[in-house]
């Protein structure tokens, strides 16, 4: 072919694609507008979740969201992702600090994530990524992350699909009642355990239904709710998805959570443990790939269907295999230890079993789509994004290296020697140096987040050493 033939076709392509991206800019723009005047929008809430898994941004005016922001992006200081969950300032970031200045990142709208706010009429609410002024993508952001992960599971041909199961606690007061007592003498919304109790859930439904309606409204569908084991904590399980859905919908159901409580004079927490005596609150995640091409589980065993395929256990044993270097992610705070300490329906050792609650991953084979597996590690505390992004990081590496499981647990896992089954670390300080020497998080995490999240969960550590607890003094003060 003649080269200057060549160089027009080459040309003729890039204004081809061109105007189609004008007009598919065009078309979304014009359905962004239809939204706005049929849901009498006034108010964009524009955020990114920061590394606590909390959704953080600002309101923005319709007419700028509309003129700028949904194209653009808008700026907000890399802050966020400076400081703790106190909002207090940590010392000697690599990212950002002092020294940099704390310049602005932006935030660039996920259009796919907007919803009409239920319970504000004329607001709006939409998940961003987020990005360096320069345009890179910014290396720590939590969402990111999990997109580059879903991306190679994509690449090798495979859809990862994914659900949360939270547990909760709500409390009698409003955040600001309860931190004016300093957070004591906390009244749970019920008294003792009532587990399933379909008669006193009736009690509590007016707080629970609503939770569940505003999130059906938000597209976020609640397969079931229930009164867990704690006093005053309940359960939600949240209808499978795309991976990234599956973590916006997590944030989206804790911010819900906290919003309809908060507005009936209730406060929720999803900390891991609130209480020695109470049940701890879980982040159970449930996970498989799909073909994308026959839209059917890739862990369904269609000749023996009370396992999962080769492939499956490939994946389980990723995930099995990785447990302890990546537990810093599914254990982020020196309280998530307590929670699994023990046991108690917490997964605390690198071992799986065939729908067994007692081990770390429940294998839960089916016929169909159902073919999955549940990772009981992860505290209701952790950021979604980083543990759907750790297990399918884990579970690739399964899958890529052909990896065999170790000897399925039958019966108790708590009940394992050292010598049997190798434990988690059973505190953030021996999580973190497990996670810093992570090839399988430098590999899919990169090198800028693994030194991040060390430096912020080490900053975690510090605050908890330096700090006189009510324990201490109690236990030293008139004996000493």
Known sequence: MNPLTQVREDLQELEAAEMQDKTEAASAHDELKKFVAENNITTFKVGVVDLEGVWRGKRIAAQY??????????????????????????PNLTYTGWETGYPDVTLLPDLKTLKAVPGEPGVASVICDMYELSGEPAAICPRGILKRVVEKAESMGYSPVCAYEFEFYLFKGTPNELAANDWRQLEPITAGSHTYSLYRDTGTEFLIGEIRRRLLEQGISIEASNSENGPGQFEMNIHYSDALAAADNAVRLKTTVKEVAAAAGYTASFMAKINPDWAGSSGHMHQSLWDPATGASVFANAENPGELSELGYNYLAGVVETAPELTALYLPTVNSYKRTEGGAWAGSSASWGLDNRTVAIRSIPAKGNAARIENRVPGADANPYLVIAANIAAGLHGVTNHLVAPARVEGNAYALKEDEVKMLPGTLDKAIDEFAQSEIARTYFGEAFVTHYVQTRRWELHKLQTTVTDWEIARYLERI
Request: aromatic fraction near 12%; include cysteine.
């Open 65 to 90: 969201f509309l003129e700028s922001v949904a194209e653009r992006g808008t700026n907000i200081c890399n802050i966020i992702f400076g400081w703790d969950i106190q909002d207090e300032l940590i």
